[in-house]
C-alpha cells in the first residue's frame, strides 16, 4: 500500500525561547495579530505600545525569513496562522524585607511561537465581491422595492398625521 499524499499548504514556524516576559503579557499582543497578514500584523505591532510587540516583531521577521529562505515564499503573501506565548522557566530570586524576612520574585520567562502560511486563494469563478453600501443602495437590482401590501399603511399614517 502507498502512503497518500497529502497537499498540506506549507507552514513555517519561528520560535523565541526563554523570553524574558511573562506569557500573559506576551498573550494580549499576540491575540492583535493572529489571523492578519504580514504586512498589516506588521503595522499593527509597530503602533502597539506594550514591550511585547518589539519581541513578537522580531520572531515574526524571523517566520518570514525562514519562509524566504527555505519555500521561496513572497513574505507579503503570507499570514499568520498560529501565534501563543507558552510559559518557560520561572527564575526565582529573594528580596529582603523586615525583620531578617524574605519575599520571593519571581521572574517570569516565556516561549513565543508564530506560524505563517500562504494565503488561502480562492478560484476567480467562486469569488463573491464585496460590494460597498452606496453601491447597495444605487443598485436597481438590490433596492428594495415597497410591497403592495405596505403601501397602504404608509398613506394611512400620513392621512392620520394629518
Not at 17 to 37: C, P, Q
Not at 42 to 63: Q, Y
Not at 97 to 102: H, I, K, P
Not at 142 to 161: D, G, N, Q, Y
Request: charged share 30%; glycine share 4%.
Amino acid at each position: 500500500m502507498s502512503a497518500p499524499q497529502t497537499t498540506d499548504p506549507v507552514q513555517v514556524r519561528a520560535q523565541a525561547r526563554w523570553v524574558r516576559m511573562s506569557a500573559r503579557k506576551a498573550r494580549l499582543v499576540l491575540d492583535n495579530v493572529r489571523g492578519r497578514t504580514v504586512p498589516e500584523a506588521r503595522t499593527v505591532l509597530a503602533f502597539t505600545p506594550r514591550a511585547a510587540a518589539r519581541e513578537i516583531d522580531r520572531v515574526l521577521a524571523s517566520a518570514v525569513a525562514n519562509a524566504e529562505a527555505t519555500h521561496a515564499l513572497d513574505g507579503d503573501e503570507l499570514v499568520i496562522v498560529a501565534a501563543y506565548a507558552d510559559e518557560g522557566p520561572t527564575i526565582k530570586r529573594w528580596r529582603a524585607r523586615a525583620r531578617g524576612r524574605v519575599n520571593r520574585i519571581r521572574k517570569r520567562t516565556c516561549h513565543i511561537t508564530v506560524v505563517v502560511a500562504p494565503a488561502a486563494r480562492q478560484p476567480l469563478e467562486g469569488r463573491r465581491r464585496k460590494t460597498s453600501r452606496a453601491e447597495q443602495i444605487t443598485t436597481p437590482d438590490t433596492a428594495k422595492k415597497p410591497s403592495s401590501a405596505s403601501a397602504p399603511k404608509a398613506s394611512k399614517r400620513k392621512e392620520a398625521v394629518a
